[in-house]
């Protein structure tokens, strides 16, 4: 092959830098056959772009198949199944100090791309991601977490950033990241939830999953549609409202709803959120298990005697006796036009089928008023409390108080069971 020689003080016109089409097909040719490595290179400037010169040749990697070549600025890294990448800064830096393509992260599968917040940066990598922020520095998230992160909204979530790299808990099973808004707790039976907030601060407090709530179970979720929050764990669940402050809950009730006449003046939502709002100052969390519609025409307008506790009629008797889906310790709330006489609701019920009648019209907080009944509790002569005897409607601070030893008698009660 003859070499071409340049006169060095050749001096070329204008018109002759101008390539023909065949040249410059030519050429593209010639590019096809440039490693791949060297494709990125030029397409991101070559060595008068950011990366600057090339501080070591393209080289193998150790697995033989993959190839790499460093910079003044980064590196790219290629491998068949992912094409050439580059990576540079603290995300290089990271990625280094986790092991490069032999870590779990394997080859970058992405640029350093902005992420959709505009503030910071990131690569995907075969095994998971390094996010970058100014304020936060460069940490990688993987696995589950990472799907949650993912599922959340990625740095757009509550969530933010991440603050840590992915770590064993101190109980050497879970795993977690910290983020800026939060964290998400991993395990293998429990798989990965977010926990943010003052509930994660209430958790903490208790020794995150070393306490007796251990890992959580959910995210974050709205309680019946109201302000209330509430996330589970596996022994237990954290509320939190503004009105009930922060609870652990470790006990519940499971209730069944069976509907002879819909509610007219709130909804069950509204009522079960009341109910759950109360409840959390107990320590009692409240499930709504199931919901039946019953056609029993006869017993719309129920007659309750005189709704003695321990005293039912014949049509309570009968009523009650609807008990589709319900186990052991289950609790029933009947929802009819009305009683006989007129009440809000009655909380009298056969011996073993444990629940009560709550009227279409009733107040927000019948229902938690009747379940007080149910699980013990007798009226008192207080407007500012649940178990007030003068009618829940006339409630004059909500929500409505429970006091200590009433607390302590719903978590005695049989019919609220252990988390
Ligand atoms: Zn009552």
Not at 258 to 275: H, R
Not at 396 to 402: A, V
Request: neutral net charge.
């Amino acid at each position: 092959m003859s070499k071409l020689k340049i006169d060095p003080n050749l001096v070329l016109r204008e018109e002759q830098l101008v390539l023909s089409e065949h040249q410059i097909r030519s050429i593209q040719d010639l590019l096809k056959y440039q490693h791949p490595i060297t494709q990125k290179y030029l397409a991101l400037g070559g060595s008068g772009g950011w990366l600057g010169p090339n501080t070591t040749p393209i080289t193998k990697c150790p697995d033989g198949v993959g190839s790499f070549q460093h910079y003044a600025n980064g590196s790219i890294y290629y491998h068949p199944s992912t094409g050439a990448h580059e990576v540079h800064g603290l995300i290089r830096a990271r990625w280094q100090s986790l092991g490069w393509e032999r870590s779990f992260l394997g080859y970058p599968i992405t640029d350093e791309t902005a992420t959709p917040d505009g503030i910071g940066r990131y690569n995907h990598f075969q095994g998971g991601s390094i996010y970058w922020s100014p304020s936060t520095g460069a940490w990688e998230v993987h696995g589950a977490i990472r799907a949650k992160y993912s599922s959340l909204g990625w740095e757009r979530s509550f969530l933010g950033y991440p603050l840590t790299n992915e770590m064993t808990c101190p109980d050497g099973i879970g795993r977690y990241n910290h983020f800026q808004g939060g964290s998400i707790y991993w395990s293998p039976s429990t798989g990965a939830w977010e926990v943010h907030g003052l509930i994660r601060e209430q958790w903490k407090a208790l020794g995150w999953e070393r306490s007796v709530l251990g890992y959580p179970t959910s995210d974050e979720l709205a309680v019946f549609g109201g302000t209330g929050r509430i996330s589970h764990f596996q022994r237990g669940s954290i509320y939190w409202s503004s009105t009930a402050g922060t609870r652990v809950l470790r006990e519940r009730v499971r209730i069944h709803v069976k509907i002879l006449e819909n509610p007219t003046s709130f909804t069950l939502n509204q009522q079960f959120a009341a109910m759950q709002e109360v409840f959390a100052v107990a320590g009692i969390r409240v499930d709504w298990v199931t919901t039946e519609n019953l056609s029993l025409p006869t017993l719309t307008d129920v007659d309750v005697g005189g709704c003695f506790m321990g005293q039912t009629t014949a049509e309570q008797n009968s009523l009650f006796g609807n008990r589709n889906f319900m186990g052991g310790n289950d609790l029933v709330v009947y929802y009819v036009r009305s009683t006989v006489p007129g009440y809000n609701g009655c909380a009298a019920h056969p011996a073993g089928r444990p629940g009560c009648v709550v009227v279409r019209s009733a107040s927000r907080w019948t229902l938690a008023h009747e379940f007080g009944h149910v699980l013990g509790l007798s009226h008192v002569s207080n407007n500012d409390r649940l178990m007030t005897g003068l009618g829940t409607f006339n409630i004059t601070n909500p929500p409505p108080d429970l006091i200590s030893s009433e607390s302590t008698t719903m978590r005695n009660s049989t019919l609220s069971t252990q988390l």
